[in-house]
């Protein structure tokens, strides 16, 4: 099956900084790739997505990239801020089934004001 | 438009006890999903189902039962619960190739 790894597993950054996380996978069968932000005692929400025919897609201060032949996925943070303090969860579709998610392990990301 | 709604949103169950957690979806979502997340943890696949009278187990299965008998729901049944079943539980719904929708969770203590 799938196997998703995803670094780092915490990550502190000061307000206004950028953020970097990184995920690769396993299975080149792999088409679809969300990013879910978790929030203490809330549930996952799904930020951005990304499919295996863009490598690039943006939305607002959020980006996140697909880097195909190496089979890894990025998501980019810009201008922090004390919000976007969360656990961030990178996805991938497990071996082709379109439909069955394989998650990472997560990145606990601090925002310091 | 609800989205993913999960009852009861938090249960303490002596060991041994059952319970049924429900989950709803009024997306017309076909697939629907239960994980399990342990404290400072991933998200665990319990069960999965791609459509109404479909199920399939995932990674953690044991001691867990679903059915799908109507598109909307997909309840988890927990038999004769045990101290490892102590989670918080999500549900989540999606289209075919689409992010899934989470449900806001039901914390479970079984003491």
């Known amino acids: 099956g799938e196997n998703v790894e995803q670094h780092p597993s915490t990550l502190s950054v000061q307000e206004g900084d950028s953020a970097v996380i990184k995920c690769t996978y396993s299975?080149?069968?792999?088409?679809?790739f969300p990013w879910y932000k978790q929030e203490l005692g809330k549930r996952p929400q799904l930020i951005i997505d990304i499919r295996s025919n863009v490598g690039e897609k943006k939305d607002q201060r959020i980006a996140v990239t697909l880097n195909k032949t190496a089979k890894h996925f990025s998501l980019h943070i810009t201008e922090t801020q004390p919000e976007d303090s969360a656990v961030y969860f990178c996805?991938?579709?497990?071996?082709?089934?379109?439909?069955?998610?394989?998650f990472g392990k997560g990145t606990l990301l601090t925002v310091n004001p | 438009n609800a989205g993913v709604t999960q009852t009861p949103k938090f249960r303490i169950l002596k060991i041994g006890q059952s319970m049924t957690l429900q989950c709803t979806q009024d997306?017309?979502?076909?697939?629907m999903y239960w994980y399990r997340q342990d404290p400072g943890m991933g998200l665990k696949l319990i069960y999965y189902?791609?459509?109404?009278?479909?199920?399939d187990k995932g990674e953690v299965p044991n001691g867990y039962n679903v059915s799908r008998s109507t598109t909307e729901d997909f309840p988890l049944r927990l038999e004769l619960a045990a101290p490892s079943q102590t989670s918080v539980y999500f549900c989540?719904?999606?289209?075919?190739?689409?992010?899934?929708?989470f449900g806001p969770g039901t914390r479970l203590t079984v003491t």
């Open positions: 189902s791609v459509g109404a009278g479909i199920t």
């Open positions: 997306m017309n979502h076909n697939y």
């Open positions: 996805a991938a579709f497990e071996g082709g089934s379109n439909y069955k998610l394989t």
């Open positions: 299975d080149s069968a792999s088409n679809y």
């Open positions: 989540a719904s999606s289209y075919h190739l689409q992010g899934q929708y």
